[in-house]
Structure formats: structure tokens, C-alpha cells
């Protein structure tokens, strides 16, 4: 379950009475979208549904049968969010909001590169004062995914930038190689590897092309810096630098 700051009241108003049950937002709109498939407990605030939930009150039973058919409550939750309201306030609103923002800026610069700086990686910085230039507003009541296309469409005309993947080769010497090969190879799709004689390990890794500074922190981490690596085009190729 979730807490209760962290819910919104969905509101069903029929055959004169009024159900309100408390929810996850986001779980709210995957609900009323038929796209959750998560376990309904998980979402929720109380198993109970209301006729006010600010106050506790209850709706009768016969009004629950009326309209649902039944009494059971996770049976009639999903209900009230399909068929009914999600009403937030202006400060959740406004919680939701922010929090969007962060993770749409983050999903953008894990994603993109500026292919006027030989696909460099944009800093989260750049991409939060470019989305504001750009006058882009997040949508609290819209999945980060879906807004990702609008945003880059507004992000286009005020800094070069694309979504890109990058294939880097990797060798990892002898001394580091059997714990560093298993973080590297869970950073991305393992395309190809090879252990050679000398006991290193060597991989062709793909994955967005805005975190090889990250990618590059975690090899340089697990080896002290020893590693080799090189970007490459060619998925056999597996030189270094």
C-alpha cells in the first residue's frame, strides 16, 4: 500500500451517491488507460471505498450493490477510477508535476546526444535550461513516456540534439576482469564477448548513447582505470584504444 500523502481521490458519482477511493496517480491513469498490470494492493491506500474519504464515511451497501453489483471493495475500486474522476490538489499538482519534470529530463539525457559535438552526451543542466527556454510544460496527468517526442520536438530548435545508441569495445585487463565483466555486461545489451589468453575479458556493450560518462565512470571504477575501450561501428569488431 501507499501512503496517504502519496494518493489522489478518484470520484464516481452515480444513482445519487457518491464512492471515492484513494490511489496511486500514476496507477490511476495506467487504471482508467487499461495499462496496469501491477497488483492492485500495491497502489492503494486503504482497501475501503468511500462516499467521503477526507472524512472516512462510508457509502451504504445497497448503494454499493446498486452500482457495482457487489460489496467488495478491490472489486470496485478499479471501478470507481475507470468510470469515475481523479481529483488532485493544486499542491499534488504541483508535486506531480516536479517529479515528472525530473524524471523527463532524466529519461532525455540518458537518451541523447548533441551530433554537433561528435554525440556527446547533453548534462541534465543543459536539457532543464533548454526545456525552459523552450517554454515546454510537463503534463503531471500524462506517462513520462509519452511526452518525451513533444519535448524533444521542443527541444530541437534550441540545441542540437537526437536519441542515439553506442556499441563501445572494452577490454578489461586479467586482475579486474572476472568482477568487473559482470557489472559492465549488466550496463547495456552484451552484443559479443571474448576471454583471451592472457585471462582478460573483452565485450562489445550497446546502450543510450547519453550515458557513456557514466558507462566510462563504472569501467574506470571496477578496473582503477586500466581499462581499454573504443566506440566502434561494427558489432565483430572488438579492437581497443
Known amino acids: 500500500m501507499i ?20 490511489v496511486d496517480p500514476d496507477a490511476a ?29 462510508r ?8 452500482v457495482f453489483d457487489t460489496t467488495d471493495p478491490m472489486e470496485i475500486i478499479p471501478e470507481v477510477i475507470r468510470r469515475g474522476e481523479i481529483q488532485i490538489t493544486a499542491e499534488q499538482r504541483r508535486e506531480m508535476q516536479e517529479q515528472k519534470r525530473r524524471q523527463l529530463i532524466n529519461r532525455i539525457a540518458r537518451n ?4 554537433q559535438m561528435d554525440n556527446a552526451p547533453h548534462p541534465p543542466d543543459r536539457i532543464e535550461s533548454a526545456l525552459k527556454e523552450a517554454g ?4 503531471p496527468m500524462e506517462p513520462v513516456e509519452t511526452q518525451v517526442d513533444d519535448a524533444l520536438d521542443a527541444l530541437r530548435p534550441v540545441i542540437p540534439i537526437r536519441f542515439d545508441e553506442v556499441i563501445v569495445a572494452v577490454q578489461i585487463p586479467a586482475d579486474y576482469a572476472g568482477s568487473a565483466q559482470a557489472h559492465v555486461r549488466q550496463f547495456g545489451d ?3 564477448e571474448e576471454w583471451q589468453n592472457d585471462g582478460s575479458w573483452v565485450g562489445v556493450i550497446e546502450f543510450p548513447a547519453g550515458m557513456q560518462n557514466d558507462f566510462y565512470d563504472l569501467v574506470n571504477e571496477h578496473t582503477s582505470g586500466t ?12 579492437s581497443t584504444r
Open 29 to 57: 491513469l495506467a487504471i482508467k488507460r487499461e495499462e496496469f498490470d501491477g497488483e492492485l494492493e500495491e497502489v492503494i491506500a486503504a482497501e475501503e471505498v468511500f462516499e467521503n474519504a477526507s472524512r472516512g464515511d
Open 112 to 115: 541523447a546526444v548533441n551530433p
Open 59 to 66: 457509502p451504504a451497501e445497497t448503494d454499493l450493490e446498486d
Open 3 to 22: 501512503s496517504l500523502d502519496e494518493a489522489v481521490t478518484a470520484r464516481l458519482e452515480s444513482h445519487g451517491a457518491r464512492f471515492e477511493v484513494l
Open 136 to 139: 515546454f510544460k510537463v503534463d
Open 227 to 238: 581499462a581499454e575501450t573504443r566506440i566502434i561501428k561494427d558489432e565483430d569488431e572488438i
Open 190 to 192: 552484451l552484443k559479443r
